[in-house]
């Protein structure tokens, strides 16, 4: 059984730090391109970065270029979200996911997480 859990997630304010994690079990999480995305409320769920299977190549939206640093560990089966500098408008849920292919779209990806909550006070 295949299950995603992150953590990591909750209130800081704005210029703050955190770092989410997400641990993969029954899956072979090297094999497979990792995902991060988010939902605010009120809003349909957005890409946020991803990153190959061996971790040679990601990708970042616009909104979070330059502060967040995606990032894995095969060896631990887990993946990993740096947010540095976070703004009120990163507040969300955030999920990571993973599928067999590197891509923006969610549609893309296999397995998703249960999600972890960043809110960011200004």
């Known amino acids: 059984q295949v299950q995603l859990v992150e953590s990591g997630g909750g209130l800081v304010q704005a210029g703050d730090s955190l770092r989410l994690s997400c641990a993969a079990s029954g899956y072979t999480f090297s094999w497979s391109a990792m995902g991060w995305f988010r939902q605010a409320p009120g809003k349909g769920r957005e890409f946020v970065a991803f990153?190959?299977?061996?971790?040679?190549?990601?990708d970042y939206a616009d909104s979070v270029k330059g502060r967040f640093t995606i990032s894995r560990d095969n060896a631990k089966n887990t993946g990993y979200l740096q947010m540095n500098s976070l703004r009120p408008e990163d507040t969300a849920v955030y999920y990571c996911a993973v599928g067999g292919v590197r891509s923006r779209r969610d549609s893309q990806y296999n397995y998703w997480g249960q999600g972890t909550q960043v809110t960011v006070s200004s």
């Open positions: 990153i190959s299977a061996p971790g040679s190549s990601s």
